[in-house]
């Protein structure tokens, strides 16, 4: 497992701009694959995006699709979500996460888990 501290939510108005990072603490994160999952309140973990960190392939949640970019920093060992045009129903709470075993969409896919930042967006 690796330690993931992420941060940058906050609260901001519907069709406004965000960016979430997410430091690994790793010596190396080769191998591995980082994204992000969400959590509404009353609501289960959905998957948001992953990246690959090896080649920087990138999967998006079809409701994110066009509205959210995943990208990495190699040097930095840290991934970011920049989120635009934010609705109300992207309000949640953000978790960053990490695993080596592959691209998975579903949260046991992934053992390493950030503490989670909130994002609220206001109507």
């Known amino acids: 497992q690796v330690q993931l501290i992420d941060s940058g939510g906050g609260l901001v108005q519907a069709g406004g701009s965000l960016r979430l990072s997410c430091a690994a603490a790793?010596?190396?994160?080769?191998?591995?694959?980082m994204g992000w999952f969400r959590q509404a309140p009353g609501k289960e973990r959905e998957f948001v995006s992953l990246?690959?960190?090896?080649?920087?392939?990138?999967l998006y949640a079809d409701s994110v699709k066009g509205r959210f970019t995943i990208s990495r920093d190699n040097a930095k060992n840290t991934v970011y979500l920049q989120m635009n045009s934010l609705k109300p129903e992207d309000t949640a709470v953000y978790y960053c996460?990490?695993?080596?075993?592959?691209?998975?969409?579903?949260?046991?896919?992934?053992?390493?888990w950030g503490q989670g930042t909130q994002v609220t967006v206001s109507s």
């Open positions: 990246i690959t960190w090896d080649d920087g392939r990138a």
């Open positions: 996460v990490a695993d080596r075993r592959g691209p998975a969409t579903h949260a046991s896919g992934f053992g390493s």
């Open positions: 790793a010596r190396t994160l080769s191998s591995y694959v």
